[in-house]
């Protein structure tokens, strides 16, 4: 898979370029995933997201510092690992230290899923919302609610 044609930087490039452009990286993305109009120069979070793409590049901006083994979580006895080689298999594999009865990750239903909840707006059920010291932006949750409810894949 081309994973460049899927960057946010060349969609919103795509949108600059015109129609012409557009429509020849159709074509390319027609061989991939999919055509989108011409206007949709917005990322595409209205189709599948991709867990290794979009997901990790969340994790890695705003959880990685804090969810990894020297991590400010880990010292607090949180071992939540978000770093790209070990955050599928702590996701799925794993269990909460603060809700042991909740799974993080609940194939489908992003409303069950205890990730959901810690990065959801309102607060969480328990502990503080996620990221600590910072915030997610729409579009992000988005994003990580999406890829629960495509299936929890690991794409
Ligand atoms: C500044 C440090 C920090 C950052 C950044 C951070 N976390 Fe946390 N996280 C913690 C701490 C400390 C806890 C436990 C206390 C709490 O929940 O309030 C925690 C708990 C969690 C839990 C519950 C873990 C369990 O085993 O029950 C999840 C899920 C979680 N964080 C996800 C995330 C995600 C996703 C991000 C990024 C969007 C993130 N965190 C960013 C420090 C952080």
Same mark, same amino acid.
């Given at each position: ?15 600059? *370029? ?9 074509? &390319?993305?027609?061989?991939? #995933? /999919?055509? %989108? ?23 890695d ?13 880990a ?15 702590? *996701?799925?594999?794993?269990a ?5 009865d &909740?799974?993080?990750?609940? #194939? /489908?239903? %992003? ?45």
């Amino acid at each position: 898979m081309n994973q460049r044609a899927y960057s946010p930087n060349s969609w919103l490039e795509m949108g600059r *370029l015109g129609a012409i452009t557009g429509g020849l990286a159709c074509l &390319l993305l027609i061989m991939t #995933a /999919g055509c %989108p109009l011409p206007t949709d120069t917005l990322p595409p979070t209205d189709g599948m997201v991709s867990y290794g793409r979009d997901v990790q590049a969340i994790f890695d901006a705003k959880c990685v510092s804090c969810h990894q083994p020297t991590g400010f979580a880990a010292l607090t006895g949180i071992p939540l690992d978000l770093r790209a080689e070990e955050s599928f298999a702590s *996701l799925t594999d794993g269990a909460s230290v603060q809700r042991s009865d &909740l799974p993080f990750v609940v #194939a /489908g239903d %992003p409303e069950a899923s205890f990730l959901f909840d810690k990065v959801d707006t309102g607060s969480p059920i328990v502990g503080s919302q996620m990221p600590i010291g910072a915030s997610l932006t729409d579009a992000e949750r988005e994003i990580i609610r999406q890829w629960i409810a495509d299936g929890a894949m690991d794409n």
